[in-house]
């Protein structure tokens, strides 16, 4: 199931407006990523503070939950609308005040420096279009088809993972 910003769906309403980085703890911060897929690319680009190839992502704000995080990130980072691709089951009810929030494709944790980590809720989606406009001049960022994931030779492992399963549940 797909899920997009579009409020005329009557899914969620996401704001993007600029708020300071939610730094939850000192030890621990919850993040939205999400590879981007457009005609079986999938979306990597350089992360300008670690200098690793990595998804779109960024921290979960205390206004917001992670679907409207990643949603946010994308449009911040590189100027890009998104439609969430959700593989979990979905209730066909819901009380009033509960809402579905979409099934990260996966998560994960994981150590930024030697005391303070992020949890990682990692989101597959699709854009309507590859034109970025990125957040900063002079980002890097690259569509690649599969065989360019696999043999990409600055990509961690579990990057390649996250990317090729992106491409493998998204393709068109």
Not at 75 to 90: C, M, N, Q, S, T
Not at 153 to 166: H, N, T
């Amino acid at each position: 199931m797909l899920y997009s910003t579009d409020t005329s769906l009557n899914k969620f309403h996401v704001r993007y407006t600029s708020v300071t980085m939610a730094h939850i703890h000192e030890l621990i911060d919850w993040t939205a990523g999400v590879y981007i897929v457009h005609n079986n690319k999938v979306l990597i680009r350089l992360h300008e503070k670690y200098n690793i190839w990595i998804h779109v992502g960024g921290h979960v704000e205390l206004d917001e939950d992670p679907v409207q995080a990643a949603i946010r990130e994308c449009k911040e980072e590189v100027g890009l609308d998104i439609i969430i691709y959700d593989a979990g089951p979905i209730p066909s009810e819901l009380t009033t005040g509960n809402r579905h929030l979409i099934t990260p494709a996966h998560m994960n944790i994981h150590y930024v420096n030697d005391t303070h980590q992020h949890c990682d809720l990692l989101y597959y989606a699709t854009s309507e279009t590859d034109v970025i406009i990125p957040e900063n001049p002079g980002e890097q960022s690259v569509w690649l088809t599969k065989e360019e994931v696999e043999k990409h030779p600055d990509m961690e492992p579990q990057i390649k993972f996250y990317a090729l399963g992106a491409l493998e549940a998204l393709q068109t």
